[in-house]
């Protein structure tokens, strides 16, 4: 799920996704973005999914059916405003615990091979 801004341009999107344009009225789209990510819009989702060859679909008249929270939007600007912080910190903790990995298993080879050595008092 991704937010594609109005002033993208032209783009052509894949026969298998789904565009929403949300009424920027009621709803903002980085809001919807964050809650379509929900166990809860999921449940409802999987719930009107049908089989079909193998592979579960969903019209786009199926999700215009789901019932969303519609908080205020300053409300919703702020709780998107909070989740995208979120989300940024703990990518950031997780390219920092990758590098520490990365670091940690060279120096692990390092001990191994001996080419560090590690002296005992």
């Known amino acids: 799920m991704g937010v594609v801004p109005q002033n993208f ?46 592979q579960a679909t969903i019209t786009q008249k199926d999700l215009d059916n789901i019932k969303l929270p519609l908080p205020p939007l300053p409300e919703q600007k702020q709780i998107a405003e909070i989740l995208s912080t979120v989300d940024k910190k703990l990518e950031l903790l997780r390219k920092r615990r990758e590098r520490l990995e990365r670091i940690k298993r060279g120096l692990m080879k390092d001990l191994l091979t001996g080419r560090r050595r590690v002296r005992v008092e």
Do not use: D
């Open 9 to 54: 341009g032209n783009a052509t999107f894949e026969s298998k996704n789904i565009r929403v344009r949300v009424n920027t009225q009621k709803l903002l789209p980085e809001f919807f973005a964050i809650y379509s990510q929900t166990p809860k819009y999921m449940a409802q989702v999987k719930a009107l999914a049908k089989i079909a060859v193998a």
